[in-house]
């Protein structure tokens, strides 16, 4: 259907968030000149500091959709929020609505015509013209949520995101649990990467402790079809699937009809617990602030190019310099046992030890071992997923 | 497969349940576009006319508790846009197809705005009501007994319309506006007034639909959530003949589309869901090229033309 891409029409609203009182705070900090580093909460280059994004007084953040989706992007411009928090002395550009074209470019040359020179480019289909963008202002930084640059990834751009499989396999371990029929439905969009691994990590979570469990997977077509969402949710709750999961935009839909059918939830993108309060399990949540708050001071510090943050830069549990997982366990359910939570906190406790959920034997569908006993799957491997697990039903479209 | 299909009990029971479920919303718009085209003006910006139906309800749901309260909302909100409709093309001669896509634009543009702060909340909204006796009869309770009270409205809207279209004296003159609108004026009715009257009607009737889409069937609201119902209710008249019994059959057709490609994927049949995705848009295409011809001579004579 042609009209799937009017979702992001051009409706670009300039969401700028000067904030008067932040500007006031930064003057404040200028005019404190040596004491800049000891203003509380003020986020300033030291002198001395070199490298791209040095100085930076001004981040522009671009956003997909819309920043009250309740979801993703939600999420994201939390984040932004949550920086601002830590960085009072910074200002914060906003554009939401940009579409995953050159229009991203735009968005991107508006922000630092109002002075940016930190942009986070927050959808995944951006990658290329903040790469490119990159190439052509050595000085300022790119900062690109999800997807992988090729390497060599530039001085001053890189991707970062958040191992998200770990908290959907803590998921899966909470519905392995609570299924009584040993059925798990999954209602997924397309079958990109990223949704494999959440379909893949969920399975085998549930399957950790509960051997018989299997995941039935709907593919709608569509990151948000609710009518679409409707059909696949009734499918599998007729099948006998009593927990639904899912990786889709708009998430109210499938929960709705889960809780009305008596059968458990475990969330995607943003605690939606009020929307089940008998069948919510637990989800999975976004927590960007300290990752964005960590990257803008590393940049400001003048410690990012060649550093921990300049390359394809994925943060799980186990986490990186004391920088918590953007990824975070929704609250539980009421009906959620105390030894569940038990087995999910040992399992966070093994992640947080470096432990990867995808670690062998792993066989696909066909029975073909994936990943060997013992072996931990590599990032590269992660990001190039591309097969669903044994006991998983449902073929990949295409 | 299809042995497998059809022998299997309750693989064909949840196909026929969500043809009914999921195509309820679409019959409620098909029934008035049926209206509308029998008065001589098609509405194409139907889809947009059920968005907003959609956001009415939903938000009325919300606000006041009353999922009924926002089924009124929606009628009001759809047969207000269908107003400026009728406003451009009978009164002031506007294209039928440019004024219809500017107002489903207008529409989305609307709806997103004004939605934006509703995607997040929680409504009651209408659930499944399964009717005593009726609703244990094996296949068919489940078919059609099962369901929110919009699906039961429906159920006697289609015979409604058709007795009001072709018995009663206001569907003469709709028809007459759509035929013949010049022995309308000469009858002493103004046929402006009889169309803008259908069109409205119409879009009541796809605000309707947009309700059903929203406070029954996913108790969700967000932006374009129509996802093409809209069209596909368009073309269905064409596929019904302009005849409101035929619209269901077209309808549940489509609503079966939908959950069948769902219900094949859950049981790991090998399917392409971007091929079932096309099937209603095919299936419309296959109906056009084979039947257009004979078709058209249901078609309402001065369908399209203004006055």
């Not at chain 1, 979702?7 to 609203?13: F, I, K, L």
């Not at chain 1, 469990?213 to 409707?230: L, M, N, R």
């Not at chain 1, 921990?308 to 009421?334: E, H, K, Q």
Request: charge should be neutral.
């Amino acid at each position: 259907m042609t009209l799937g891409t009017m979702r992001y029409a051009p409706r670009r609203r300039l969401t700028l968030s000067l904030m008067v009182v932040a500007a006031t705070v930064a003057l404040a900090s200028w005019s404190g000149a040596g004491s800049a580093k000891s203003l509380a909460g003020g986020c300033v280059s030291p002198a001395g500091a070199k490298g791209p994004g040095v100085g930076a007084s001004t981040i522009g953040f671009i956003y997909v959709g819309s920043t009250s989706d309740f979801g993703y992007n939600e999420a994201a411009h939390a984040g932004a929020m949550a920086l601002k928090q830590a960085c009072p002395n910074l200002k914060i550009l906003e554009e939401d609505s940009i579409p995953e074209t050159s229009d991203m470019v735009t968005a991107a040359q508006q922000e630092m015509g109002e002075g940016a020179k930190i942009i986070f480019s927050t959808s995944y289909g951006y990658k290329d013209y903040a790469v490119t963008l990159a190439k052509e202002n050595p000085n300022d930084v790119y900062l690109q949520q999800g997807n992988f640059i090729t390497p060599p990834v530039p001085k001053n751009a890189n991707t970062y995101f958040g191992n998200v499989y770990e908290t959907v396999y803590m998921g899966g371990i909470a519905a392995g649990e609570a299924t009584k029929t040993d059925k798990l439905g999954f209602v997924a969009a397309f079958p990109i990467p990223q949704t494999l691994l959440n379909i893949d990590a969920f399975e085998l979570g549930a399957e950790s402790v509960n051997p018989k469990v299997k995941t039935y997977v709907v593919f709608t077509g569509s990151w948000c079809d609710p009518g679409k969402q409707a059909a696949a949710a009734a499918s599998l709750l007729q099948e006998g699937a009593d927990v639904l999961s899912q990786h889709q935009d708009c998430t109210g839909t499938v929960i709705k009809a889960a809780e009305a059918a008596h059968a458990y939830t475990v969330g995607y993108h943003y605690d939606a617990e009020s929307l089940a309060p008998k069948g919510w399990l637990t989800g999975s949540d976004w927590s960007w602030g300290p990752l964005y708050t960590a990257m803008v001071k590393s940049i400001l510090d003048g410690k990012f190019s060649g550093g921990m943050f300049d390359t394809n830069y994925s943060l799980g549990y186990a986490g990186g310099s004391g920088i918590p997982s953007p990824m975070v366990l929704a609250p539980f359910g009421p009906s959620v046992a105390a030894s569940t939570k038990a087995k999910i906190a040992a399992v966070k406790a093994k992640i947080l030890g470096g432990w990867s959920p995808f670690t062998g034997p792993i066989y696909n569908q066909a029975g073909k071992l994936e990943i060997p006993a013992g072996k931990a799957a590599t990032a590269a491997q992660l990001a190039a997923l591309s097969y669903l697990v044994k006991n998983v039903v449902g073929t990949l479209p295409g | 497969m299809l042995g497998t299909i059809l022998g299997s009990n309750t693989l064909l029971v949840t196909v026929l349940a969500g043809a009914v479920a999921g195509g309820t919303s679409i019959l409620y718009a098909a029934l008035g576009e049926v209206i509308a085209e029998r008065s001589g003006v098609i509405n194409v910006g139907t889809e947009g006319t059920m968005l907003v139906g959609c956001l009415a309800a939903f938000v009325v749901d919300v606000e006041t508790g009353h999922a009924w309260l926002g089924v009124l909302a929606a009628a009001f909100a759809g047969a207000g846009l269908a107003a400026v409709h009728a406003f451009m093309v009978v009164y002031r001669g506007a294209s039928q197809l440019a004024t219809g896509l500017a107002l489903l634009f207008l529409a989305l543009g609307i709806t997103s705005l004004y939605g934006e702060n509703y995607v997040s909340s929680n409504i009651t909204g209408f659930l499944s009501y399964k009717v005593p006796l009726l609703g244990s009869i094996p296949v068919l309770g489940p078919m059609l007994f099962d369901h929110d009270p919009l699906v039961y409205v429906s159920y006697g809207l289609a015979p409604a319309t058709w007795w009001f279209l072709f018995r009663s004296r206001w569907g003469l003159l709709i028809r007459t506006a759509g035929e013949r609108p010049e022995a309308l004026r000469a009858y002493g009715i103004s046929p402006a007034s009889v169309r803008s009257a259908a069109v409205m009607l119409g879009g009541a009737f796809a605000g309707v639909g947009g309700a059903q889409l929203s406070t029954a069937l996913t108790l969700t609201w967000s932006e374009d959530m129509t996802a093409g119902r809209g069209f596909i209710a368009v073309a269905l008249v064409i596929f019904a003949g302009w005849n409101p019994l035929r619209a269901v059959v077209g309808a549940y057709l489509f609503g079966g589309a939908i959950q069948l490609g769902a219900v094949l994927q859950v049981h790991g049949y090998q399917i392409n869901q971007f091929v079932l995705d096309a099937l209603p848009y095919v299936l419309t295409l296959a109906v056009l090229a084979v039947l257009e011809r004979r078709q058209n001579q249901f078609a309402p004579e001065a369908l399209g033309q203004n006055l």
